[in-house]
């Protein structure tokens, strides 16, 4: 069973940057494939980005690319979401999820998933 411990979350303003991490344990993660998502108030959880374990090939929404790098440490099992030039409609809960291999890019398709990390950001 896959356990996903998210961390880093807070309160930033416009323009700033915050850094997630996900810590992962209970398998072996040479396979699986590594996604954050988020969920605003009303909304639905949306996809993020993207990453494989296996290769590094990495995949991001429209609305983040440029601004967020998504990237693993092999040796610590965690996935981290370097986000920068925040803006206030990035504020949401941002979650880590996995699943055990393919690339994919709905939440319905990712069977692991950890608590959340809320990300607030100010005008």
């Known amino acids: 069973q896959v356990q996903l411990v998210e961390s880093g979350g807070g309160l930033v303003q416009a323009g700033g940057s915050l850094r997630l991490s996900c810590a992962a344990t209970g398998r072996t993660f040479s396979t699986y494939v590594m996604g954050w998502f988020r969920q605003a108030p009303g909304k639905e959880r949306e996809f993020v980005a993207v990453?494989?374990?296996?290769?590094?090939?990495?995949y991001y929404a429209d609305s983040v690319k440029g601004r967020f790098t998504i990237s693993r440490d092999n040796a610590k099992n965690t996935v981290y979401l370097q986000m920068s030039s925040l803006k206030p409609e990035d504020t949401a809960v941002y979650y880590c999820?996995?699943?055990?291999?393919?690339?994919?890019?709905?939440?319905?398709?990712?069977?692991?998933w950890g608590q959340g990390t809320q990300v607030t950001v100010s005008s």
């Open positions: 990453i494989s374990w296996e290769t590094g090939n990495t």
């Open positions: 999820a996995a699943r055990p291999y393919g690339l994919a890019f709905r939440a319905a398709d990712f069977g692991s």
